[in-house]
């Protein structure tokens, strides 16, 4: 597995590049990406892509090498995967991914751990387990429950069906479905676009999301917290920044969250 990585416009590129096992990820392949995390965080770049080179975005674990009998799924799942996954949802930038072709099990999670998933209206999204005796993970269960209910959630799993990327958007999953032709450069014009804006208050409302999501506060809890991030926003550069370019009728130059 080699995970690719370029940067540009202050925005890190983070390319799955094994096409032809649809991206699968081995042990070496998972930690080969969290390093390429790693080496974007101290890079300091404003936005991050994620996406996988050829026909899938991820089609999960690649389970060719695996033996039933001597697998150790809890080692790969919560030794592994799920550190990664924590690495993706707190990275200090806003992530973006690219959902093309298969997006399942850990490629699901990986979706699920980015800001901002744009979807290919193509692409195939659900889980795959009933046919191998296992059960859907990296957090799907969490995500389709969220997102769809109990009894959509159960359907996918107990049939294996997948849903296009157009049913999937069309249903909260995610984002937005963009045609496959024009998905990937959709994603990069808006991670340019957004690498240029105030990050740090991005980052602010991604740690508010967050909040609501893991700690399932209320209304007025978390109107208190928006009000304490708004006051510290006030003495950052870009909040002044933004104030003048408005009264001055001009185009803010954002720093970013540095």
């Known amino acids: 597995m080699v995970v690719d990585f370029a940067g540009q416009d202050g925005v890190a590129e983070i390319v799955l590049n094994d096409p032809a ?3 699968a990820l081995d042990e070496h392949a998972l930690a080969d990406l969290g390093a390429a995390f790693d080496r974007a965080e ?5 936005a991050v892509i994620l996406r ?3 026909r899938a975005f991820c089609a999960g674990r690649d389970i060719s090498n695996v033996t039933p009998a001597t697998d150790d799924a809890v080692a790969y799942l919560d030794g592994l995967v799920t550190p990664l996954l924590h690495r993706i949802d707190d990275f200090p930038a806003p992530t973006f991914a690219v959902a093309t072709g298969a997006c399942l099990g850990v490629g699901l999670g990986l979706l699920n751990a980015c800001d901002v998933v744009y979807v290919a209206d193509t692409a195939k999204i659900g889980s795959p387990f009933a ?3 296992a059960t859907l993970d990296s957090g799907g269960h969490a995500l389709f429950f969220e997102r769809l209910g109990a009894h959509r959630t159960l359907d996918l799993i107990y049939t294996a069906e997948l849903m296009s990327g157009t049913e999937a958007v ?5 984002s937005r479905v963009v045609p496959e032709a024009d998905v990937l450069e959709f994603t990069r014009e808006r991670a340019r676009r957004v690498a240029q804006g105030a990050t740090g208050a991005f980052l602010a409302s991604k740690k508010l999301v967050h909040q609501l999501r893991d700690d399932r506060v209320g209304l007025w809890q978390s109107m208190s917290a928006e009000n304490v991030v708004q006051g510290e926003l006030c003495s950052s550069a870009d909040y002044a920044e933004g104030f003048a370019a408005f009264q001055e009728k001009r ?4 720093g970013g969250a540095r």
Not at 170 to 174: E, S
């Open 21 to 23: 096992k649809l991206n």
């Open 42 to 46: 101290a890079e300091g770049v404003r």
């Open 52 to 54: 996988g080179e050829g």
């Open 131 to 133: 046919g191998l005796g």
């Open 170 to 174: 069309a249903l909260g999953l995610f």
């Open 251 to 254: 185009r803010p130059t954002f």
